[in-house]
């Protein structure tokens, strides 16, 4: 689910989840003529949230697909119809993952409510631009920073989809990619709130974040470059580990 149409492509990343394993069933929703409102800075935008959620909640219940077969990921304010989905799901849903939820908008839509992890077995979430909601982005169960270096926070809004895409490639295998394919949700390799939104120690007025991945643009594409992290059992004397692509 998409929050904003302009900013990165959701169908590049329904076709790498579609892609990624045989068997499996992805259904994209589109909203985009009500998230794409020339009024969005007023809330007009963000005031669909709950009614598309509802419809597709009332849709996947009328299919009768149980709450642990269905995994959700949504975009800026498709993130918030994600955990509107979920929140309205009998018992909650598998996994959600959330890229960028927007920052909170006047009106329509009372985002700093939202809790990612709260009707999932499992979230991840990724904070990816100033655009971004880093409150809400750490509410999921691990949260992680993107960084594509000095772009335009409009275009970094949407290329944690892209970079996430990547990464989900069969045949992109390197030690980064690997940690995020989707049979990795739930297995926590790393502690908790060690960095802030720039991958920074010791901000003790920065998000918590569990790790940083920096990306590379590769034929046209974000792939991952980077990744820093702090390893779960690691002592503190122990440095921050760094792996690279």
């Known amino acids: 689910m998409n929050g904003n149409p302009n900013e990165g492509d959701i169908n590049l ?21 009500a998230a794409n409102s020339p009024l969005l800075i007023s809330g007009i935008g963000a005031s669909w949230i709950e009614t598309a959620s509802k419809w597709a909640a009332d849709k ?113 295998n390197d030690s980064i990619s690997s940690l995020f394919k989707l049979n990795r949700l739930g297995q926590r390799l790393w502690m908790l709130d060690q960095f802030d939104e720039n991958g920074e120690t010791g901000n003790v007025f920065g998000g918590k974040y569990e790790g940083r991945i920096e990306a590379k643009l590769e034929n046209g594409r974000w792939v991952p470059k980077t990744f820093l992290y702090r390893r779960a059992n690691a002592n503190w004397w122990d440095f921050n580990t760094v792996l690279r692509a």
Do not use: C
Request: glycine share 12%; no cysteine.
């Open 13 to 33: 990343l329904a076709r790498a989840i579609d892609g990624y394993e045989d068997g499996d069933q992805v259904f994209a929703l589109d909203w985009s003529r």
């Open 60 to 172: 996947l219940t009328a299919w009768g697909i149980s709450g642990l077969q269905i995994n959700i990921a949504g975009h800026s304010l498709g993130a918030y119809v994600s955990a509107e989905i979920a929140k309205r799901i009998s018992g909650g849903i598998n996994y959600l993952i959330a890229f960028d939820p927007a920052k909170a908008f006047p009106g329509g839509y009372a985002s700093e409510s939202v809790n990612f992890s709260a009707n999932s077995q499992w979230s991840w979430a990724f904070y990816t631009s100033s655009i971004g909601n880093s409150g809400r982005a750490t509410t999921a169960d691990d949260s992680f920073t993107m960084g594509f270096g000095f772009n335009n926070p409009d275009d970094n809004h949407g290329n944690g989809m892209d970079l996430f895409a990547s990464m989900l490639e069969r045949n992109r």
